[in-house]
């Protein structure tokens, strides 16, 4: 008999990577699959084929010898891509970042005469954990945070045409997006910067804590600091190493703006050492040469996350942060310098003051794992 794998994929692949993608075992023997197109018939059928415009449509068919009377064992395994529509604006450098969904038809096995006699499924969430938002399983379904389980018997797969799962990440990726600017940001999107800071600690175990580290695009190693006041008072600077204002005066370029800046205010190289160190609660960010022109920024209600701690601080006229934002935090500017508008003139050199922090559970150094400039050439 033939068995076949209903599969969709974006033709920009070819169909014979989709196919080595599939793993069958049938009585614990690996079986291959063919791809075979699917060729649209009726007016029906090719009016819903020109909803697959840019994507490829077939089965992989593979050839099963059933033993009569017997029970068989067939376990499918295959790679899905999660569904998605990212987009990235000329208002903003940042990407906007769509629900992810991930969808496996189940109508074909309705082929089979009758119900399914066992039914089971098990997602594991892997990096989306935690990020489920709803899904089309009847009851009884368990749901933990890191994958989903459902089990049936006598299941109608006519009445239960596809599993689709949805999952909100986009806080997840969004904080992705933001710790590796300095790294993965297209090089008109990110400036360069060089950072200083009032001290640091000594490398520890091969590790070191330097500055430098909140400019390298790793969130994985930090800038840490330690004094009596649990890193109060010290302070770190940053300052752009291109400038926008030269960069438009140069023929054929278009003028671009600085937009805003980045800011992992804790060590987020795991949750574990994330919650072990300092996390800052309230800091100043103020201009280099000028530290009377300042605004002052409370996390009020600490994330626990260390995947979701980055913050965006959108820089206004006076280059200094008006609005804040992040996954995973609540804050609020509790003090700032007047703005006069017109009186300003631009700034390449921001200090980051800590003022506040909230204590570890294991170590009293306060670390911050990156700082980056994010420029937006519309």
């Given amino acids: 008999m033939l068995y076949g794998v209903p ?49 490829g449509r077939a089965w992989c068919v593979t050839q099963l010898s059933m033993p009569g009377g017997q029970t068989s064992r067939l376990r499918l395994q295959y790679k899905a891509e999660l569904e998605y529509v990212d987009m990235r604006t000329t208002k903003s450098a940042l990407t906007s970042f ?17 119900s399914v006699d066992q039914f089971r499924v098990e997602v594991d969430f892997g990096p989306y954990a935690g990020f489920l938002r709803e899904h089309n399983l009847p009851t009884p379904v368990v749901v933990d945070k890191n994958r989903l389980t459902y089990s049936a018997k006598n299941l109608d797969l006519n009445s239960f045409r596809e599993i689709k799962l949805d999952f909100s990440a986009e806080q997840m990726l969004s904080h992705r997006e933001l710790v590796t600017w300095n790294r993965n940001a297209d090089k008109e999107s990110r400036l360069p910067i060089s950072v200083r800071a009032s001290g640091f600690l000594p490398p520890q175990d091969g590790h070191g804590f ?14 840490c600091v330690s004094n009596a006041n649990g890193g109060r008072g010290e302070w770190l600077e940053i300052k752009a190493l291109r400038s926008l204002a030269k960069d438009a005066q140069q023929p054929g370029r278009i003028a671009c703006k600085l937009q805003g800046m980045v800011l992992v205010p804790g060590f987020s190289y795991s949750q574990s050492i994330y919650m072990a160190n300092n996390r800052i609660r309230k800091f100043r960010v103020a201009r ?5 022109k300042y605004r002052d920024i409370e996390i009020t209600h600490h994330g626990k996350q260390f995947d979701m701690s980055a913050l965006w601080l959108s820089l206004g ?11 995973g935090f609540r804050y609020k500017i509790t003090a700032s310098s007047p703005v006069v508008e017109g009186k ?30 994010v420029v937006n050439c519309p």
């Fill in 317 to 327: 006229i006076d280059d200094l942060p008006w609005w804040v934002e992040s996954a």
């Fill in 344 to 373: 300003h003139t631009p700034t390449d050199c921001w200090r980051l003051t800590i003022l506040e922090v909230d204590r570890g559970e294991k170590y009293r150094d306060t670390c911050v794992s990156e700082a980056a400039l």
């Fill in 210 to 223: 330097n500055p430098q580290n909140v400019a390298d695009g790793n969130p994985k190693t930090a800038w």
């Fill in 98 to 114: 769509d629900t992810r969904t991930l969808q496996y038809a189940l109508w074909p096995a309705a082929f089979w005469k009758g």
């Fill in 7 to 55: 599969i969709t994929w974006e033709e920009k692949r070819p169909a014979r990577d989709i196919a080595r993608d599939i793993q069958l075992t049938f009585n614990g023997k690996k079986l291959y699959c063919n791809i075979t197109d699917i060729r649209p018939s009726g007016q029906a059928e090719r009016k819903r084929q020109g909803h697959f415009e840019g994507w």
């Fill in 288 to 292: 280099c040469g000028d530290l009377s």
